[in-house]
């Protein structure tokens, strides 16, 4: 289960971006994960949970966008999406498509955290 290893990843880079911006505890992390990263969306969503266990992500909740399969083809001279990841094949003119634009990132987009600053608690 490699996602495990992603979670671990994943709550080490946020750990680190709320250390900078002063956050005390995250709630939310954003990620874009590709529909053919190789990762396993329940898997990861499990080992998320586990990796930041004592951090300041601790019950956050991952919030995950999926990001479609696009690739460039070259007779069209545009991307397109792709319906059906187990076909590279422009859905337009039915060429073969060899670059992938989108669909393989594993990417943290954004952390959204509690403010407990002095300010932000005061009435």
């Known amino acids: 289960m490699h996602e495990l290893s992603i979670a671990h990843s994943l709550v080490e880079i946020a750990e680190e ?3 900078k911006a002063g956050v005390t ?8 994960l590709g529909v053919i990263a190789g990762v396993v969306r329940d898997a990861l969503l499990f080992g998320f ?4 266990t ?5 019950g956050a909740r991952l919030e995950i966008e999926e990001v479609p ?13 792709l319906p059906d990841v187990r076909y590279f094949r422009c ?10 634009v989108t669909g393989q990132e594993i990417e943290l987009a954004a952390l959204e955290y ?7 608690t005061a009435s």
């Open 114 to 120: 509690e403010d407990d600053t002095p300010e932000a």
């Open 69 to 81: 399969l696009q690739v460039y083809c070259e007779t069209c001279d545009t991307v397109v999406a």
């Open 54 to 58: 004592g951090t300041r992500l601790e």
């Open 25 to 32: 505890r995250v709630t939310v992390v954003h990620l874009r």
């Open 91 to 100: 859905p337009q003119c039915g060429a073969a498509c060899q670059r992938i």
């Open 17 to 19: 971006a709320a250390a």
């Open 49 to 52: 949970d586990i990796a930041s």
